[in-house]
C-alpha cells in the first residue's frame, strides 16, 4: 500500500462527519461534482503558485468499505443522515523551476469547506502515469510539423495534397528495462478533407514515436510490409504503391455523397412505453423491480455499481470493469510491443460516448453525466456517459398445460446500465443487465475499426488477415478483468468450485453405486486461501459465492450467487514474455483475493509502458491471505481471440460476450412467479399481414381468421 493509500483509509475518523456543504452530493459514492473539481484544482493551484501545471485526471476517492458499509446499511434503513468526507485523487503533473523537467504527482484533497492538498506522492520510479486527451493532441501536432518525420513522408511520394493522419498509441513495452514515457503513432493516409473519411483503410509504413513530456520526436521506426519477413520499405526497391489503396467508407453522408445506397425496406422499430419507464432514479440510486443500487462513474473504470441489493437483501457490495488488456500476436518489430490496456492506459472516463435518444438505446432513457476536468484545469462535462432504460427479453418462463391447451408464461423484462467507450479506432460497449429473477449479466460488445497496418498488395500474412488492398488486419485478443465484490447477505462469504462429473461405471455392484452407468455428482471444493482457479466447461465448472453463515430453508444449503464463467482462450503470449509479464489478470479465468480497500484494479495503478512490476493481482494473491468465510473479491478474466475476416472492415459487427451472476438456493422459491403474466391487453401486439399496414381490431381480428389462428392457444 502507497503512502497514499494509508492516508485514504484511515482519514475517515481524522475528518469527522456531517462537514460537506450544500453543494457536495449527499450520497458518498457520488461522482465528483464539478464544484468539488474546481475546488481540488483552486487548492492545488494555491500550492503550486507560479509553476506550469498539467492536470491528467481525477475522480472520487471511496470511503473504506469500514465506514461505507455501515453507512449504506443506514440508507437502505433510511435512517442515513450525516455524509461521509469527500477526498478527490487527482494525477498532476508539475514543472520544476528550470523548467526542464516534469514531476508527477498523485495528489488528496478533501473537497468539504476549505480544500486542501493533504498528501502529494511522486508517481514511483519506473511507473507511468496514463496518457490524456490534450496530450495526444499536443503530441500528434508536434509530430505532424517535425522536420524529420515530414522528409519521411516525402520518401513515400504521396499526391501532392495528400492529408496524413497520425493517431495516438499507447507505447507498449520492449522488455523488463526502464524506458523514458513515450506516445506512439500509427500514421495514414487521408483519402479526402472529410474527417470523417475512413483512413484505416489507407495505413503508411511507417510507426513514429514521441516524447510524452517534451514532445520531442524519439525515433522513427519502419514497418515491415510483406507479410512474413521483417523487411521494410527501406528494404523495398520502388516507389511505395499507396495508389493501391481503396476507400473503405462507413459514414452515411460519405458514403451517400460517392452514390452508396442504404437499404430501403427497413420499416421504422419504435420501442412505446405509454406510462414511462418502470424504474426511478433519486440521485443516483436507482429502484426498480425490486432492485436497488447506486451508479458510480469514474476516470479509470467508467460505470461503478455498488451496494446491489435485491427486495432489501444484500447481493453484491461493489461490481466493475476492473481492466482490460490488448495483445496483438505480430511478433515483428515495432509491432512486438503492440499492447494496450484501454482502461488503465487511458480511462474508460475519458472516452466514454456521449450517448443521444435514438441511437444507443431504444425506449424510455435516461442518462447520466460525467465532470472532469482539461489538461489547464478547466471544468469539462460529459454529458450522457451512462444510459439506463428497459428492454423486452422474451420468455422469461413459461407452461402449457398439454391437457387444456392453456398457457402460463411471462416475459422477461431487464434493465440495462450502459456505457459505451471509444479509444481510438475501436469500441467497447459494456452492458449491465438486471433481470427480474435477480440475475445480474454483463455483456461487452467489441466493434469499431481494426487497427490496421501496411502490407504490399498481393502479400497475405500468417500475422493477420488483408481485408482491403494493401491492408493488414493483424491477429489480436481483448481480455476483460472483472472485478465482483459479493455481499450475499452479508460480506463474509467463501468460494466453491463446483464441478459435475460421471460416477465410475460398475456392473458389479447395485444400482446406487451406478450399475447402469448413468450417475454423476457435483463435486465441491472451497477456495480458503487467495489464488486462481480456471474454468472447465467439460466439467460444467461454476463457481459460488456462498454465505456459510445463512442456510436456505428448503434445500439446507447455504445461501448463494453462481458465476457462470465464461470459458475464453487466455493470454497466447509465452509466460517468459513482458507481454505476458504485463497482464497480470491473463493468466487464469479466475482469481479469488482477500478484501482490501484500494486493491481496484488487477493489472495495478499504472499500466502504461508497465514492465512486469504493477503490482496488480499477482502480488495479491501471492499473500495467500485466508479467504474462507471472510470478507473477499472475486476476479474474472474473459474476452475473445480475434482474427480478422474481411467481414470486419471497414466497421466490425459487434462481437458480443456475457457472464452472468444467478442466484443459487437464495430464495426458497422461483423469484419470478409474482411477475405479471403477459396479455394481449397489457402488450397489444399486432398481427402481421403481409402487403397491408393494419390499424384497428376488426382487422386484426380478421387476419388472424384468415391466417388460421388458434385464439385459444394464447394469452388472453
Given amino acids: ?67 461505507l458499509g455501515p453507512w449504506l446499511d443506514d440508507l437502505a434503513e433510511g435512517t442515513a443522515t450525516e455524509r461521509l468526507p469527500r477526498i478527490a485523487e487527482t494525477l498532476l503533473g508539475k514543472r520544476d523551476k528550470e523548467g526542464a523537467e516534469w514531476f508527477v504527482y498523485r495528489t488528496l484533497i478533501p473537497v468539504a469547506g476549505d480544500a486542501e492538498v493533504i498528501v502529494e506522492e511522486p508517481v514511483p520510479v519506473g511507473h507511468h502515469v496514463p496518457p490524456d486527451m490534450g496530450e495526444m493532441i499536443a503530441a500528434e501536432e ?35 528495462e526502464q524506458t523514458p514515457r513515450y506516445i506512439a503513432f500509427m500514421v495514414y493516409l487521408s483519402f479526402s478533407d472529410d474527417p470523417d473519411t475512413c483512413h484505416y483503410a489507407a495505413p503508411l509504413p511507417i510507426i513514429p514515436t514521441i516524447h510524452a513530456d517534451t514532445f520531442e520526436l524519439a525515433k522513427l521506426e519502419y514497418c515491415p510490409i510483406y507479410g512474413t519477413s521483417d523487411k521494410t520499405l527501406l528494404d523495398y526497391e520502388g516507389r511505395f504503391p499507396w495508389e493501391a489503396y481503396v476507400p473503405n467508407e462507413y459514414d452515411a453522408g460519405i458514403r451517400a455523397a460517392a452514390g452508396l445506397s442504404t437499404r430501403d425496406d427497413l420499416k421504422p422499430y419504435r420501442v412505446i412505453q405509454p406510462e414511462g419507464a418502470s424504474f426511478t432514479l433519486k440521485g443516483r440510486v436507482i429502484h426498480w423491480q425490486k432492485w436497488s443500487m ?113 398457457p402460463s408464461v411471462v416475459r422477461s423484462r431487464i434493465l440495462i446500465i450502459q456505457t459505451v467507450l471509444t479509444v481510438a479506432n475501436y469500441e467497447y460497449i459494456f452492458a449491465w443487465k438486471f433481470d427480474q429473477v435477480a440475475g445480474i449479466s454483463l455483456e461487452v460488445r ?58 465410475p461405471f460398475d456392473k458389479t455392484n447395485p444400482p446406487a453405486d451406478n450399475r447402469w452407468g448413468v450417475g454423476y455428482t457435483v463435486q465441491k471444493t472451497s477456495i480458503t486461501k487467495s489464488g486462481w482457479a480456471d474454468a472447465a466447461p467439460e466439467k460444467n465448472r461454476v463457481f459460488k459465492i456462498v454465505n456459510p453463515n445463512k442456510i436456505n430453508a428448503v434445500s439446507g444449503k447455504p445461501v448463494s450467487y453462481k458465476l457462470v464463467p465464461a470459458p475464453s482462450q487466455l493470454m497466447l503470449a509465452h509466460p517468459d514474455s513482458v507481454a505476458y509479464a504485463r497482464a497480470e489478470f491473463g493468466e487464469h479465468h479466475q482469481y479469488v483475493t482477500s478484501y482490501k480497500d484500494g486493491e481496484l484494479y488487477a493489472g495495478g495503478l499504472y499500466t502504461n509502458q508497465s514492465n512486469g512490476g504493477a503490482n496488480g493481482i499477482r502480488s495479491w494473491i501471492a499473500r495467500e491471505d485466508n479467504v474462507d468465510n471472510t470478507d473477499l473479491v472475486l476476479w474474472h478474466t474473459f474476452g475473445l481471440t480475434h482474427n480478422p475476416r474481411v467481414e470486419d472492415f471497414p466497421v466490425m459487427p459487434c462481437e458480443t460476450h456475457m457472464i452472468h451472476l444467478k442466484p443459487n438456493d437464495f430464495f426458497n422459491a422461483s423469484p419470478g412467479m409474482d411477475v405479471p403474466a403477459s396479455t394481449q391487453a397489457f402488450n397489444q401486439s399486432r398481427l402481421h399481414a403481409p402487403g397491408q399496414h393494419l390499424q384497428g381490431s376488426n382487422k386484426v381480428e380478421v387476419a388472424a381468421k384468415a391466417n388460421g389462428l388458434n385464439r385459444k392457444s394464447c394469452c388472453a
Fill in 446 to 503: 467489441a466493434t469499431g475499426i481494426l487497427s490496421t497496418v501496411a502490407i504490399l498488395p498481393g502479400e497475405t500474412s500468417p500475422y493477420g488477415n488483408v481485408v482491403s488492398t494493401g491492408v493488414l488486419a493483424t491477429n489480436h485478443q481483448h481480455l476483460f478483468s472483472i472485478r465482483i465484490d459479493p455481499s450475499i447477505d452479508g460480506h463474509n462469504n467463501t468460494i466453491v468450485q463446483e464441478d459435475s462429473v460421471p460416477m
Fill in 294 to 406: 447506486h451508479i458510480g462513474f469514474n476516470y479509470r473504470e467508467g460505470v461503478v455499481l455498488s451496494d446491489i441489493r435485491y427486495d432489501g437483501r444484500k447481493t453484491f457490495y461493489r461490481l466493475s470493469v476492473s481492466d482490460m488488456t490488448v495483445p496483438y500476436g505480430d511478433p515483428r518489430a515495432p509491432f512486438h510491443r503492440k499492447q494496450a490496456f484501454d482502461l488503465g492506459d487511458v480511462g474508460a472516463g475519458l472516452t466514454a460516448n456521449e450517448l443521444a435518444l435514438g441511437c444507443d438505446c431504444l425506449g424510455e432513457i435516461a442518462y447520466l453525466n460525467f465532470d472532469h476536468f482539461t489538461n489547464t484545469g478547466s471544468p469539462v462535462t460529459q454529458r450522457g456517459v451512462v444510459c439506463i432504460h428497459e428492454q423486452d427479453d422474451g420468455i422469461g418462463w413459461k407452461h402449457t398445460n398439454f391437457r387444456t391447451n392453456k
Fill in 1 to 67: 500500500m502507497t503512502v497514499v493509500d494509508s492516508i485514504v483509509f484511515s482519514i475517515t475518523s481524522k475528518l469527522g462527519l456531517g462537514q460537506a456543504a450544500d453543494d457536495v452530493p449527499h450520497h458518498p459514492l457520488d461522482p465528483l461534482s464539478a464544484a468539488e473539481i474546481a475546488k481540488s484544482v483552486e487548492a492545488i493551484q494555491n500550492k503550486h503558485a507560479g509553476q506550469r501545471l498539467w492536470f491528467k485526471s481525477t475522480q472520487l476517492v471511496e470511503p473504506p468499505k469500514s465506514a
Fill in 142 to 176: 508536434a509530430l505532424l510539423n517535425h522536420p524529420e518525420f515530414k522528409a519521411a513522408v516525402e520518401k513515400l511520394q504521396l499526391p501532392l495534397k495528400a492529408k496524413v493522419v497520425a493517431d495516438g498509441w499507447i507505447y507498449g513495452a520492449d522488455g523488463t
